[in-house]
């Protein structure tokens, strides 16, 4: 299968400031990487689609002003949550996959974020 | 957009006993049909998946099968053991790199030695 790399596996942060997080695909290019949100006991909900080069999709709901998706390179993806608030604490988990017709995702370890 | 139920919820078995989830899609152009399993804090890893071509795959003791007329497609995972429980989760999509997956909301499959 394919690498994808995800850091920092944790974070606590204070109210109110910033935390990036990195999406990496360690042996392959993936001109598209995914981001998810987790919360306990619950489903992966997408948060939106990040394309190289381009600006990100959302989906419905998901804030981009505050969910900061920056798609640099082929093998490297950042979100960045700003002004982080309790509520966001949640497990974000990126995922990528080879591109072309190879649907097969594969997702990074994903960031514990606690907001206090 | 793709909408996708699974069930159960939860489910307990004894080890050596088999295990049946099941999900149900919305979206006719889905075609793409792969199952997760989730350790807890771990990330999902991939251990089955099937396209709308064919209608059922297997690997060892798990099996996938696919009935795209009822849109439902269910895992069987035979002779569970202990290191099987996790949470498992069905997804669907319109296949290709590019479509998003849609998650199922997932099983919590306890199996007991």
């Known amino acids: 299968g394919a690498v994808v790399s995800q850091h920092p596996s944790r974070v606590i942060c204070k109210s109110g400031t910033s935390v990036k997080i990195e999406c990496r695909s360690l042996d392959f290019q993936a001109t598209t990487m995914f981001w998810y949100r987790q919360f306990p006991k619950q489903s992966l909900m997408l948060m939106a689609t990040s394309n190289e080069g381009s600006k990100a999709t959302y989906e419905q709901g998901v804030e981009k002003d505050k969910f900061l998706i920056n798609h640099a390179s082929l093998t490297l993806s950042t979100l960045t949550v700003t002004s982080a608030h309790p509520e966001d604490s949640s497990f974000y988990i990126c995922?990528?996959?080879?591109?072309?017709?190879?649907?097969?995702?594969?997702f990074g370890s994903g960031t514990q974020l606690s907001v206090l | 957009g793709e909408n996708v139920e699974q069930h159960p919820s939860t489910l307990s078995v004894q080890e050596g006993d088999s295990a049946v989830i099941k999900c149900t899609y919305s979206?006719?152009?889905?075609?793409?049909f792969p199952w997760y399993k989730q350790e807890l804090g771990k990330r999902p890893q991939l251990i089955i998946d099937i396209r709308s071509n064919v209608g059922e795959k297997k690997d060892q003791r798990i099996a996938v099968t696919l009935n795209k007329t009822a849109k439902h497609f269910s895992l069987h995972i035979t002779e569970t053991q202990p290191e099987d429980s996790a949470v498992y989760f069905c997804?669907?999509?319109?296949?290709?790199?590019?479509?998003?997956?849609?998650f199922g909301k997932g099983t919590l499959l306890t199996v007991n030695p």
């Open positions: 997804a669907a999509s319109r296949g290709g790199s590019n479509y998003k997956l849609t």
């Open positions: 979206d006719s152009a889905s075609n793409y």
């Open positions: 995922s990528a996959s080879r591109g072309g017709q190879n649907e097969k995702l594969f």
